[in-house]
Structures are given as C-alpha cells and as structure tokens.
C-alpha cells in the first residue's frame, strides 16, 4: 500500500505540501518517479518543475540521503529501511481541465501531476488522505470515506482527478440503474431542470448504442471560471471540463460548449478509455507516448459527441450543421 497525504497552511501561496509513504520496501535503494505526461494531452508536462522542496526520512524521523537522476526520477539510499516517508510540495497556480490548484477556494488536483510512484510497485492500493476544511465535500470517482480516498493502483489514482470545497454545486441523475454525478466548481447560476434534462438526453443514447456501460459510476466535474475558458479531459469513471466566463453559463453560446465538451468526454468513455491505441497500452508515465490513431479516439469521438447532442434533441439539427461546417 502506498499513502498519500495532501495538506497545505497558506492556500493563497498556492503550495500543496505533500507526503508519499511507502511501506515494506526491502531493498537498499528506492527509485521514485513523477510522471513526465498524462493522458488526454499528447505531450510532455514535465510537472515535475512545479517540486519546490523534497525530504525524505525513515520511520524515525532521521533524513536519508537521496538524488535525482532525472528530471522527475529520485534515487534514495534506503539501507534497513522498510518504511520510507517522502515529503515534498507543489506549486499548483494553474487552472484548466489537467492542471492542479489550490486557494482559499479550493484543492483541485490530477494526480498525475504530483503523485510520485514507484515504478515496480504501481499495482498497490493507493490511499490519499486529504486535511481540508471539515466543511468540504470531494467531488472525485475513487471510493471514498470521509476525507479518505482510495485507489486500486497507480493507474485508478491518475485516473481520478478531485475537487474539495465547500462551494460544489451537485446533482445526479440515473440511466439504466448507473449514477451520474454532476458537479460545478466556480460562480455559476444553474438551471438544474433543464442541465439535468439534457445530460439524461445524451447520456441515454449513448447507452442504448453502445448497449452497456463500462464503470458503475461516472462524474462529471466542471470546474467554471471567471473568465473563458474551454477544455475536457477525459477519464476512465469521470471528466474534468474547465469552461467560462461562468456568468454567462446558461447563454445559448456557452450552454452548447458545455453540452458539446460532456457529450464529448462521455463518448470517449468507450472511445480511448476502453477502446484504445495498442501503443497507449498500459500508458508509460515517464514518457510521451506516440500514437497515430488521433483521428480515431479525437476524429470520431468529436463527430459522435456532437451528433448524439443533436439525435438527444440537446443540439437542433442547424446548431450540429454549424459545427460540423467549422471543423470541416
Ligand atoms: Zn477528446
């Protein structure tokens, strides 16, 4: 088991303080890794610039000595050490779909952005421990209890970005006995009738072509901001969409980003998530990996997202021609 603990004392610093806890290590060296990109963005993210400090101690407190070999790989001297404790921060003032922040607001976080892994050991459960306000609530897909998130492995963990705050607007709605949960990070009046309407729309088209669903519970997480902004990321049981300005969120203009982005994200359930390029299989975290089967998992995904809004009578039919004019 692996363990994480996200805490932090001056939110507006941004600086997430955040310590890796490795137990029943057996060996006289540890290699620890942050990964070098994430999947949805096709390209290298070298999160690791964002690490400002980086201790690492035994199970008494003593430090071990420790140097990097790369730039996001640390090799640690770890003779008779069992139990290792790495304590690190990082710098998260960046706000889109795949990013990872924290304010007076806010901890939002894409594990794959700063969890470190061990790259022999990413099959073990992952537990996060997150030491927020008691008045937060955590909009995230991995099973939770109180403010403890657990993951099956390192794979779930960067799967399963989260939002803790105490200003989550939620709602959910059922297709076929699964759940789907609908959160709003960020100023926003709602029209939850008419939103809850329209994701029941496309979500059940979806569904009823493709005959199943592939999680048993599914998320989506937007998180609106003050100014535009437009961009998805999708994920195996759920999606970040970041989009503004949040006061015009129910304007003819932005309501479509947002259908077009969820409709989008939720097709890419199947398309890339379950059905996806046999070089992204298993993803490599420490380095980009190349495919050249965008036209399928983006292409397709593009096309079907926005026809299943206009089959679900979310898109009129000259809204979806609009579109497809744009792209083609
Ligand atoms: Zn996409």
Redesign the pocket.
Known sequence: MIQYTFSYTKPHRHFIDIEMRIFEHSSPELIVQLPAWRP?RYELGNFAKNIQYFKVFDAQGLPLKFHKITKDTWKISTVNCSEIVIQYNYYANELNAGSTYLDEIQLYVNPINCCLYIPDRMDETCIVNLEVPSSYKVACSLVQDNNQLKAKNFDELVESPWIASNSLQHNKYSVKGINFHIWFQGKCKLDWNRILKDFKAFTSHQINDFKAFPVSEYHFINQILPYKAYH?V?HTSSTVISLGPGSDLMSDKLYESLFGSVS??LY?TWN?KQIRPEELMPYDYSKENYSRMGYL??GV??YMGDLYLMRSKVFLRKIFIKLKKKIF
Request: hydrophobic share 10%.
């Open positions: 949805g998805g999708e989008h994200e890419h890339v998992y983006e995904t593009t």
